[in-house]
């Protein structure tokens, strides 16, 4: 397109189809052997010790984020790449308070608040690891409206909230023209979704089969923050749920046309988006500085969301209290979604011993006889000892987070051992 338009500038005609394309591949080919090689970003990039957050606007200009403050240059020292579907951010406006946010965010608690702040700010950094937002409510609760409020503080789309994913493919196309992602009204997250959430906020790799080959491959390496959002538990699963925040989003008493909320929201959006890049120069000031005593998991998350609480006027301890209990909170939900890490408990909890040590095939027949006949003929249930062994890798972490230890042993036979706390290894 933009070959053709400078064709035209010169010589007020049009540039024929084949010199076009032999053009073209001259310029690849120059780029590709002559040219420097550089890094590219979408939305959010990152030099020396500054970020550089894309406006979005026609002059590419950016926001610097230091140490010190941040400020829009003309010229960012990036590379920045962007897709169609991407929309400019608001010029960001110094001196704006946190709090503003919090009148167009109707969660339960100051508590969830301030995990969404803590998401936003996380969104905000230049690299991963990234924990999943997982919001959830009744029907009404604003849930969309809200997941396409918190995109266009940090990425704005044409498309802001989206429909799942077919498949890995389309996840990674997603990924490659966004920097946010948002998935939109969500009834559950099946296995393969699941999977690759956590490789995409972990920044793990995907690899595909390029269309219309079936030699080439397509690698996509990096990590998206992603927004999720249903009325159903969203993180049943344990992977999911170890990298996620979870709030809720409550009724609202009195609903608000959606049209005054969004122009209320949009007058706001330079002075919210001045206070979270304050806190994220707050990070940067301070991110080196931060010990965390016992790093959980996304001890990454939490270590960059405590250097950037004092830039919120947050007490440090303040976030990571709301932070454990909002993980004891998932943790727990998730241990009551999975059948087979309630029916090991039981059997801990009631049977003779307080313990088990024996083969897969023990274990199954000591939990079928904790669990009624309607929930062994369930096709969730596992169905012989291979199938048990999967399912105990995946209760291992809701048992270990109530105590428990978990120990499997491939010496002579393959066992299982599970201790309540009390017990230790001899």
């Excluded at 001259?26 to 890094?39: F, K, Q, S, W």
């Excluded at 984020?65 to 579907?85: M, N, Q």
Aim: hydrophobic share 45%.
């Amino acid at each position: 397109m933009w070959l053709s338009g400078r064709f035209y500038e010169e010589t007020g005609g049009a540039i024929g189809g084949q010199a076009l394309e032999d053009s073209i591949r001259i310029l690849e080919a120059r780029a590709v052997n002559d040219g420097p090689m550089h890094e590219c970003f979408t939305r959010i990039g990152y030099a020396g010790s500054a970020i550089y957050i894309d406006l979005g606007d026609p002059s590419w200009r950016a926001v610097e984020i230091t140490a010190t403050g941040f400020a829009v240059v003309e010229k960012p020292p990036v590379k920045l790449t962007r897709s169609p579907s991407m929309r400019p951010l608001p010029e960001p406006e110094a001196g704006g308070l946190i709090e503003e946010l919090r009148q167009f965010v109707n969660v339960r608690s100051d508590e969830d608040f301030m995990l969404v702040v803590a998401w936003l700010i996380a969104a905000l950094r230049h690299r991963g690891p990234f924990p999943v937002l997982a919001v959830g409510g009744e029907a009404g609760s604003g849930k969309s409206v809200f997941s396409r409020m918190m995109r266009s503080l940090i990425d704005p789309s044409a498309a802001p909230i989206r429909a799942v994913p077919r498949d890995d493919r389309d996840l990674v196309v997603s990924a490659g023209n966004s920097w946010v992602l948002a998935f939109d009204n969500l009834s559950a997250v099946p296995v393969w979704l699941a999977d690759a959430l956590c490789r995409l906020a972990t920044g793990s790799g995907f690899s595909t089969r390029m269309l219309h080959t079936d030699r080439d491959e397509m690698i996509f390496e990096a990590a998206r923050p992603i927004i999720i959002n249903g009325i159903s538990s969203l993180t049943d699963r344990a992977d999911l749920a170890d990298r996620s925040v979870t709030i809720h989003l409550r009724m609202m008493p009195e609903r608000r046309p959606e049209d005054e909320l969004l122009a209320a929201f949009e007058r706001a959006r330079p002075r919210i988006l001045g206070a979270l890049f304050d806190a994220v120069s707050r990070a940067l000031a301070d991110i080196d500085r931060v010990r965390l005593d016992h790093p959980p998991r996304m001890a990454d998350f939490v270590k960059w969301v405590t250097a950037a609480a004092p830039g919120l006027g947050w007490d440090r301890d303040a976030f990571l209290a709301a932070y454990a209990e909002n993980r004891r909170d998932v943790s727990e939900a998730t241990f009551e979604a999975d059948g087979v890490a309630v029916a090991i408990w039981k059997l801990l909890t009631t049977g003779p011993d307080d313990k088990f040590e024996g083969t897969a095939t023990e274990l199954l027949d000591a939990v079928n006889a904790m669990v009624p006949e309607f929930a062994r003929r369930s096709r969730y249930w596992p169905q012989n000892a291979a199938q048990l062994g999967s399912r105990v890798a995946r209760a291992a972490p809701l048992l270990r987070a109530k105590g428990c230890i978990v120990e499997r042993r491939h010496s002579g036979s393959r066992t299982i051992t599970i201790l309540l706390p009390q017990y230790r290894f001899a």
